[in-house]
């Protein structure tokens, strides 16, 4: 079984740049998408970035277009969130997991890491 855990989170200026780590551990199953989403206070839970495992191609959310990018290392054993240009409204708990083929709605994720605070001040 797939576990995560998040890292890198922090308080940035609005502006500024984070580099956000998705570490795995286990066997990430096929077909898969390993996906970044974030939940703000009060809020719902979003997709914020996705890669498909098999090929790599990735997506991003329209609210991370330009300013965020998702990757993965040459292992594969964790998964990159950049994000630039941030702005208050990106202030939430940034939470990775993972899904059977390609999937944006956070219902259908599973292996939840236990997230990690990303605070954008103004």
């Known amino acids: 079984q797939v576990r995560f855990v998040e890292s890198g989170g922090g308080l940035v200026q609005a502006g500024g740049s984070l580099r956000l780590s998705c570490a795995a551990s286990?066997?990430?199953?096929?077909?898969?998408?390993v996906a970044w989403f974030r939940q703000a206070p009060g809020k719902e839970r979003e997709f914020v970035a996705g890669?498909?495992?098999?090929?790599?191609?990735?997506a991003i959310a329209d609210s991370g277009k330009d300013r965020f990018f998702i990757s993965t290392d040459n292992a594969k054993n964790t998964v990159f969130l950049q994000m630039s240009s941030l702005k208050p409204e990106d202030t939430a708990v940034y939470y990775c997991?993972?899904?059977?083929?390609?999937?944006?709605?956070?219902?259908?994720?599973?292996?939840w890491g236990q997230g990690t605070q990303v605070t954008v001040s103004s």
């Open positions: 890669i498909f495992w098999n090929s790599g191609n990735t």
């Open positions: 997991a993972a899904t059977r083929g390609w999937e944006t709605s956070p219902a259908q994720y599973n292996f």
């Open positions: 286990g066997r990430i199953f096929s077909p898969a998408t």
